[in-house]
């Protein structure tokens, strides 16, 4: 039986689709990427927002029309839709055939068979209950980067959030069960662990009496393979100096926070129901700034973008043996020159002798490689040519890159927090197996 997984939403939501994924793999479903060739479909829903809501009914509705007309044998829906709208779900859309909430993942297996023996099946179970899964998961993010969740729900119970509701409270997962998830991730060849959770930042109050991120991190820096390690959804008031001293310390652990600041109005803060004032928000960050060393503040994409990109390029570079740090300092360089206007990219340009095409001139926009080069030479003082031509066509290309040019081109392109590419579940894969096949994926979808 082939089953087509389509996981919206959250990164949280993917860890439990990749958990989903695991199970139904060993039980020997074959896993596809297309609707025409699915006898079984799996959409696992997001509601945090309207926008979100209306995305996960579509994508049900849409995949119901499979059940009219194709081969489509079971249509189950999962996560945070279902488990706040189970009934509407179950009265509205007579297609599906199982509807299991957000706690219920475990069950997928025993979901699909109901379902394919012609029983409706519904599984909610408490909403404060740990799934405790002991298979391993089908990563899906290419293999050389892996979300961890570390803990469930939450008890913040901001005025505009429903994620208690659908998540339940606060519930770290024991940091014995993390830290042999994160060895079989790292023997599957994963290089960066992306923990997520939807507060990161008081993992183990609940279990171990205090808040133990840092204990954790310590733990996780231990383990051979990993080389990288990344911090999601840290509130801001609840960052605690053990915390910080050890991402000082400890190589391993990206200088790279994302806080969800929200707001920086007292009254809107008091009025969303957050612990935290602007004065309070303004010294957490400028404590940071002064503790650890090119911490970033990640609420903006492009920050998102160009950390992604490095540390794509580096885990690229491992693959195929050539220098990490080269690929992750062009990585990093890569976009220095988006953000100049293009005027003043044309102006910078024709100042220092930087040739412009006649594309270039029809779209400046392309000139940020190139001024990317020139900056990343006199401002930043990279000497090295293989960095500066790597930074120069990983926009474009050309037919003669070099292995490192080709792996700055496809990270950029690739980079985990892109999600509007196309076939980007493919162009990674090839990524990893035949860098040049993947260079034509991205050719073909660009042009």
């Known amino acids: 039986m082939n089953i087509l997984f389509i996981s919206l939403g959250c990164d949280k939501n993917l860890v439990d689709s990749e958990v989903m994924l695991g199970l139904l793999d060993k039980k ?8 025409e060739d699915a006898d079984i479909i799996v959409v696992n829903t997001c509601c945090f927002i309207h926008d979100a ?28 839709l279902a488990q706040r709208y189970q009934q509407e779900i179950i009265d509205e859309i007579p297609e599906v055939d199982a509807v299991l909430g957000t706690t219920s993942y475990d069950h997928i297996v025993e979901a699909v068979e109901e379902a394919l023996a012609g029983n409706g099946h519904v ?24 979300y961890m969740k570390i803990a469930e729900g939450c008890d913040k119970h901001c005025t505009y959030c429903i994620i208690p509701k659908l998540r339940g409270n606060y519930r770290s997962v024991p940091m014995e069960k993390l830290l042999a998830e994160a060895k079989d991730l790292a023997d599957q060849g994963v290089k960066e662990l992306i923990l997520v959770a939807q507060e990161t930042t008081v993992y183990g109050k609940d279990l171990y009496g205090e808040k133990s991120l840092h204990k954790l991190l310590r733990e996780l820096c231990k383990i051979s393979g990993i080389q990288w390690i990344r911090i999601l959804y840290c509130y801001p008031e609840e960052i605690y100096d053990e915390l910080i001293q050890t991402i000082k310390e400890e190589n391993k652990v990206c200088h790279y926070l994302d806080l969800p600041i929200q707001h920086a109005s007292d009254a809107v803060l008091k009025r969303m129901g957050r612990r935290t004032s602007k004065a309070q ?126 792996i700055v081109f496809v990270a950029d392109y690739i980079e985990p927090y892109r999600n509007k590419a196309a076939n980007l579940d493919k162009i990674r894969y090839l990524a990893f197996t035949n860098i040049d096949d993947a260079i034509l994926h991205i050719l073909n979808d660009t042009i």
Request: with cysteine.
């Open 28 to 35: 020997g479903y074959q896993i596809v990427d297309s609707e």
């Open 281 to 406: 928000l303004v010294e957490i960050i400028e404590k940071l700034r002064k503790e650890v060393k090119r911490a970033l503040k990640t609420d903006k994409m492009r920050f998102r973008h160009t950390i992604g990109v490095a540390d794509t390029a580096a885990c690229l570079a491992s693959r195929y043996g050539i220098d990490m740090q080269k690929a992750y300092i062009s990585g990093l360089l890569h976009d220095c020159a988006k953000c100049v206007p293009d005027e003043k990219k044309i102006a910078e340009c024709r100042q220092n002798d930087i040739t412009i095409t006649d594309s270039e001139y029809k779209s400046p926009y392309l000139l940020h490689s190139k001024l990317g080069a020139f900056y990343a030479r006199t401002q930043y003082g990279i000497n090295d040519t293989d960095i500066l031509e790597a930074i120069t066509w990983h926009t474009t290309g050309h037919p003669d890159m070099t292995m490192l040019e080709k």
């Open 123 to 146: 599984v909610l179970e408490d909403v404060d209950a740990l799934p405790d899964v002991k298979e391993k998961r089908l990563v899906t993010t290419g293999g050389h980067y892996a």
């Open 53 to 80: 809501k209306e995305e996960s009914i579509q994508t049900i509705l849409e995949m119901a029309e499979y059940k009219k007309e194709g081969k489509l044998k079971a249509l189950i829906v999962t996560g945070c």
